[in-house]
């Protein structure tokens, strides 16, 4: 058997802390934080406590020497000896730049040197830091909820109220429910210097230039994608796989057949008929003798909005993953019984195999006559119509413009697709239920925001890529939170940064085209990946699943809105709910128009319930 050294730095999901300054009141600070059973504590060279929370033995890789300490704690697989001699040589926490951008998998990164803190998370966003200001002392921690346990902070009802926006533009997303807690923006560090008090932050991450040929590109991406799957599967035993029959799933699930681990394949066909995934990941089995493919029966399967009156998981923030955690979690004990120890996902492989047609924004500019030709098969392939195409593509309008002027038509039709697509974003609505004080709270901060507001990139496809895979990561950190509490941790690594850069770096015009699918996934697996397997274009959506879900649990819509903590807080009107829950079958729900209203109650359900339980 391994030891647990062998499996060092190679966890998933489970891990949570906080990282206290090298002060005198740091100590007392912390007893303010919850306690776990399992608490375990990591000191700084001064020997005081410099890492308290509750992780397994195979997340986290600590070095400490005389002046500096270094931890990676996530899935890492770097060799201690090899962090002892980083540490050994730092002499500036502005070093640990270059180290955060070398080391593959998902991890947070904490640093003590002389007295002075650095902690920081992923550039996906998978990982996040918090600070809060704690009996006077800076702590730091990588959930919210941990820092709003500590002062008694409450939700903030403007926090909440901008959640009910579908969708959430940047950068209003990205901050904190709790009043008194600040988040760091991913891609950034946060220091804490040795008086407790003294905060900042530093840009350790910028993304690359998208300029590399896909043919160059794509063996880079391969690579990454291989090493970020070997993180999590070196160490032998038994991990299972998602094998929707999607080029995402099947393309990890490849990677992980040629590691030392025996992979089990999980399949859960669709109740729609038309559904292929099955017939798509039969062919893929059938080329992985070795693997165990596990069919499980579509009936079932949880539907949509399962179970949402008994969540009762940790969440720091609303997540709309809650109409979909029964369907996320419902199969791992099945896993667990086979043996699993792992799961692996394809999430995230749309977002890097594909990318944002608004990238032809700038294109149309550079490359006229090859963006148009480019345009004209998208208008044919998402049925787009030539107006709105050309009003969005006319619309040079700066991003902090651009969200001030969404905040005035919250209550506007929803826009054409196109616009969201060769945009900015989607811009912005809220929904009739959403009462007018709710609506002033969000359009004073969509205001104060967009005064000063920045793009993720200046290019709007770059943006819009960033942003969605923030987007996405912020709801798989929370699922990956529930498995590991269900008892098998999940990964998902296409999330991982060096995938994401990787991806990133090859030219928009090769990796997002109406003539191919995914183009760079299929040249990146195409050697390790069966032709045949590579020949899908399309992917199932599970929208039977989602109406089912409506009708099915039209009962359990009812009782989310009665007493509903929301409306106590003045920001929906129960009643339209209620009369939406009674009429399954109304226009517009089969477009998630009530995910991010179910995402907020839930949540504030779920706090309220594990409160009661002490929790």
């Given amino acids: 058997m391994p030891s647990s050294h062998d499996y060092a730095g190679t966890g998933c999901g489970g891990a949570y802390f906080a990282v206290l300054p090298d002060c005198g009141g740091a100590s007392a600070a912390a007893r303010r934080l919850p306690r776990h059973p399992d608490v375990r504590t990591v000191d700084h060279p001064s020997g005081r406590p410099w890492i308290t929370g509750s992780w397994t033995d195979d997340e986290c890789v600590t070095a400490t020497t005389r002046r500096a300490a270094l931890a990676v704690v996530g899935c890492c697989p770097v060799d201690p000896d090899v962090l002892r001699r980083h540490a050994e040589r730092l002499d500036d926490l502005a070093g640990l730049d270059t180290l955060a951008r070398a080391l593959p998998g998902s991890f947070h990164l904490v640093a003590s040197l002389d007295g002075r803190v650095r902690i920081q ?22 959930a919210a909820d941990l820092l709003a346990s500590a002062t008694g902070a409450d939700p903030d009802p403007r926090e909440l109220a901008i959640r009910l926006l579908w969708p959430v533009p940047h950068p209003l997303h990205e901050t904190s429910l709790w ?20 905060v900042r932050t530093s840009r350790w991450w910028t993304p690359p230039e998208p300029v590399q040929p896909l043919a160059v590109g794509a063996p880079l991406v391969r690579q990454a994608l291989a090493e970020a799957v070997d993180a999590r599967t070196r160490q032998g035993g038994v991990v299972s796989c998602d094998l929707s029959g999607g080029l995402d799933s099947t393309s990890v699930c ?25 017939e798509w990941a039969k062919r893929a089995a059938d080329h992985l003798p070795d693997v165990e493919h596990v069919v499980w029966d579509a009936d079932d399967s949880p539907l949509v909005y ?69 345009l004209r098969g998208f208008k044919v392939l998402f049925d787009w119509p030539l107006p709105g195409m050309a009003r969005t593509l006319a619309d040079s309008r700066p991003y902090g413009r651009w969200l001030a002027d969404a905040a005035a038509h919250l209550r506007d039709p929803f826009p054409l697709t196109v616009t969201g697509a060769l945009g900015w974003s989607a811009p912005p609505r809220l929904f009739d239920w959403v009462t007018p004080e709710a609506e002033g ?24 890529d960033l942003e969605a895979i923030r987007d996405c990561t912020r709801v798989v950190r929370l699922w990956d939170g529930m498995a590991a509490r269900a008892g098998v941790p999940m990964a998902s690594p296409f999330f991982d940064d060096r995938v994401i850069e990787a991806s990133l770096a090859v030219r928009p015009r090769e990796r997002v085209t109406p003539w191919a699918y995914k183009p760079l996934l299929t040249t990146a697996m195409r050697g390790i990946v069966p032709d045949e397997c590579l020949l899908r274009a399309n992917k199932a959506h599970a929208s039977m699943d989602a109406s089912n879900g409506l009708r099915e649990h039209r009962g359990d819509l009812l009782a989310l809105w009665d007493d509903s903590h929301l409306a106590r807080m003045g920001l929906v009107d129960a009643e339209v709910l209620r009369a939406l829950a009674r009429r399954p079958a ?3 729900l089969q477009d998630a128009i009530l995910y991010s209203t179910i995402a907020c109650e839930v949540w504030l359900r779920s706090l309220t319930r594990r409160k009661g339980h002490g929790t």
């Fill in 121 to 142: 998370g992923t550039a996906s966003g998978l990982r996040l830091v918090f600070h809060a200001n704690v009996a006077g002392v800076t702590l730091a921690a990588t």
């Fill in 179 to 198: 009043q008194g807690v600040t988040a760091v923006p991913p891609g950034e560090a946060l220091h804490l210097a040795s008086d407790g008090r003294t």
């Fill in 254 to 278: 490849f990677l992980a057949d040629r590691s030392p681990a025996r992979v089990l394949a999980s399949t859960w066909p669709g109740r729609d008929p038309a559904d292929d995934d099955l």
């Fill in 306 to 374: 399962t179970d949402l009156l008994d969540i009762d998981d940790p969440m720091d923030e609303p997540t709309i993953g809650v109409m979909d955690r029964a369907r996320v979690l419902h199969h791992l004990p099945g896993l667990k019984e086979r043996g699993s120890r792992l799961h692996l996902t394809g999430i995230g492989g749309d977002h890097i195999a594909w990318c944002s047609e608004a990238y032809y924004h700038q294109l149309l500019r550079r490359r006229p006559l090859f963006a148009l030709r480019q």
């Fill in 441 to 464: 709270l969000v359009r004073e901060a969509m205001t104060e925001t967009a005064a000063t507001a920045r793009p993720l990139h200046p290019d709007r496809g770059l943006h819009t």
């Fill in 586 to 588: 109304t226009p517009g």
